[in-house]
Antibody, heavy 123, light 107 residues
Framework: EVQLVESGGGLVKPGGSLRLSCAAS????????FNWVRQAPGKGLEWISY????????YYADSVKGRFTSSRDNAKNSLYLQMHSLRAEDTAVYYC????????????????WGQGTTVTVSS | EIVLTQSPATLSLSPGERATLSCRAS??????LAWYQQRPGLAPRLLIY???NRATGIPARFSGSGSGTDFTLTISSLEPEDFAVYYC?????????FGGGTKVEIK
């Protein structure tokens, strides 16, 4: 079964750090690109980071740039999001999402999502 | 940054009715647009990719159209499980952006 499972969420104080993980199974992890998407309570979806297959190219939303770091370990079929200097506005459910490599002719969407892990930033 | 504007914010319809959801981009995204459905408490689910292609396992009552800046998601006949929030996403330019969502609720 194709699956993504996030972990590592929890309660953290403002200014603190947290590392999220996303474990993949049921498919060839290294063949896909990945994104992190979050959703604050009662709000819409916000894209926060993308990482290419090799990990050589990473993009971030301005809201997290300089504070969050994405990485991947293709040998362990895992994706990571290291979060520093956390703020109350980072409180959200964090999802990892798989993305087949787009071509010049087509974009295939984020086709597999994890169940999400909740991060709460509060004193 | 490309801004995606979804309308209406809320759509109140009855089962069996047709739903038409709009997503308008501030700049062209060609067909690099996807639609997602999110039911309460669940992760988003890919419905449509590349503006008009149904994802694996998505029923034929869902269809997408458009290119450039104007896109439409149509649900031809609403089933009870279709009452949810729908988001569009563009992958034409960084940063990726989602629309604000359209909630399809039972009238």
């Amino acid at each position: 079964e194709v699956q993504l499972v996030e972990s590592g969420g929890g309660l953290v104080k403002p200014g603190g750090s947290l590392r999220l993980s996303c474990a993949a199974s049921g498919f060839t992890f290294s063949s896909y690109e990945f994104n992190w998407v979050r959703q604050a309570p009662g709000k819409g979806l916000e894209w926060i980071s993308y990482i290419r297959r090799s990990g050589s190219t990473i993009y971030y939303a301005d809201s997290v740039k300089g504070r969050f770091t994405s990485s991947r370990d293709n040998a362990k079929n895992s994706l990571y999001l290291q979060m520093h200097s956390l703020r109350a506005e980072d409180t959200a459910v964090y999802y990892c999402a798989r993305e087949p490599v787009p071509t010049a002719m087509a974009y295939y969407g984020m086709d597999v999502w994890g169940q999400g892990t909740t991060v709460t930033v509060s004193s | 940054e490309i801004v995606l504007t979804q309308s209406p914010a809320t759509l109140s319809l009855s089962p069996g009715e047709r739903a038409t959801l709009s997503c308008r981009a501030s700049h062209t995204v060609t067909t690099y647009l996807a639609w997602y459905q999110q039911r309460p408490g669940l992760a988003p689910r890919l419905l449509i990719y590349d503006a008009s292609n149904r994802a694996t396992g998505i029923p034929a009552r869902f269809s997408g159209s458009g290119s450039g800046t104007d896109f439409t998601l149509t649900i031809s006949s609403l089933e009870p499980e279709d009452f949810a929030v729908y988001y569009c996403l563009q992958r034409s330019n960084w940063p990726l952006t989602f629309g604000g969502g359209t909630k399809v609720e039972i009238k």
